[in-house]
């Protein structure tokens, strides 16, 4: 089986720009989840989506959306950059809800000038 | 502060010998997971244990969990050079594990 794959790998936006990231889950797998990691804040989590739905929601401004569409691939937009928004973006997939293990993608390396 | 809190925030150790990393929470949880990360590059799942379970193993690692102190426990036996990375636990936020918090990590350095 393929693993969760993350596009693009890197990426260089400027102050005020917008982005959007890309995450194809595990085949099968119907959860999508976000996490940005920073060195001063660590892993954060941002964002659920569960068949096309966003189920939960993390402590962050309306700047940063996303969507999931019907074959579970989901998308992040990150909308009026920030210096503070350069990270590496992770997605993680997983098969259900409940007590299941979450395999994450390789990441997204953003980095706003 | 993060639920899932580990240390020593950084260990370093000789080829051979075991590693242990902590970690503690502040929630009740119905189960804890271990994650490995290579620099700057994607998480890998290690162990998943549940509140009912005190102890688990994986080849060369073995979990613990005591839910009355809130805490968990890493070893990694024989550590390896390729051992070299960050730990981190994770526990639920909201009830299911599509929800994780993090804590800070542990970043461990096998010598060879």
């Known amino acids: 089986k393929a693993g969760v794959t993350q596009t693009p790998r890197y990426l260089i936006k400027t102050r005020g720009q917008q982005v959007t990231l890309s995450c194809s889950p595990i085949?099968?797998?119907?959860?999508v989840s976000w996490y940005q990691q920073t060195p001063g804040q660590g892993l954060q989590f941002l964002f659920e989506y569960f068949s096309e739905t966003q189920r939960n929601k993390g402590n962050f401004p309306g700047r940063f959306s996303g969507r999931q569409f019907s074959n579970s691939r989901s998308e992040m937009n990150v909308s009026t950059l920030e210096l503070g928004d350069s990270a590496l973006y992770l997605c993680?997939?997983?098969?259900?809800?409940?007590?299941?293990?979450?395999?994450f993608g390789p990441g997204t390396r953003l980095t706003v000038l | 502060s993060q639920q899932g809190e580990e240390d020593p925030q950084a260990l370093s150790i000789q080829e051979g010998e075991n590693a242990t990393m902590n970690c503690s929470y502040k929630?009740?949880?119905?189960?804890l997971q271990w994650y490995r990360q290579n620099s700057g590059r994607g998480l890998v799942h290690l162990i998943l244990i549940r509140s009912n379970e005190r102890e688990k193993h994986s080849g060369r690692l073995r979990v613990t969990l005591d839910t009355s102190k809130k805490s968990s426990s890493l070893l990694i036996t024989a550590s390896r050079a390729a051992d070299t990375a960050s730990y981190f636990c994770a526990t639920p936020r909201t009830g299911d594990n599509n929800d994780m918090r993090f804590g800070a990590g542990t970043r461990l350095t096998v010598k060879p």
């Open positions: 993680a997939s997983s098969s259900g809800t409940g007590i299941h293990e979450q395999f």
């Open positions: 929630t009740s949880i119905n189960n």
């Open positions: 085949s099968g797998h119907r959860s």
